[in-house]
């Protein structure tokens, strides 16, 4: 896969191939930067899942990477973030010891509105504890 093109995968469930996309090749995989496209439409991706979406069936090693995310690389996608692996084994279930790439550790981004309300709250709380101290003070 060239610059300029894109890998588009939709994660979609943790079963490989009905669940989520999976593409299984056999003979040499070259990453010469093309984008990750990936798409969470409909499901909520599982923080502990391990979503092997290329995976290299002759144990040749995968040369390159896709753009911009380099092996250990979050990735935004959606409301999510996760982490890429060049080097996952399909076939023992892991992260390492193989070839092939995974996504995994996705976590969902909270949305800003969520984050400025937080932030309300406590600058409200934060607030109520100064006046009650001054209150305190007042009072000896």
Do not use: C, W
């Amino acid at each position: 896969m060239n610059s300029g093109s894109t890998f588009a995968v939709h994660l979609g469930g943790i079963t490989a191939v009905t669940g989520y996309g999976q593409v299984d090749i056999t003979g040499t995989i070259s990453l010469n930067s093309p984008t990750l496209a990936i798409d969470t439409t409909g499901y909520n991706p599982i923080s502990t899942a391990k979503y092997f979406i290329l995976v290299d069936g002759s144990g040749s090693a995968i040369s390159g990477t896709f753009a911009g995310l380099a092996n250990g690389s979050p990735i935004a996608f959606g409301n999510f973030v996760g982490t890429i692996s060049y080097t996952g084994s399909f076939s023992a279930g892991t992260l390492a010891g193989g070839h092939d790439v995974v996504i995994y550790n996705v976590a969902s981004v909270p949305e800003p509105n969520g984050i400025l309300a937080a932030a309300l709250v406590a600058f409200g709380l934060l607030h109520r504890l100064r006046r009650g101290a001054r209150r305190l003070r007042t009072a000896l």
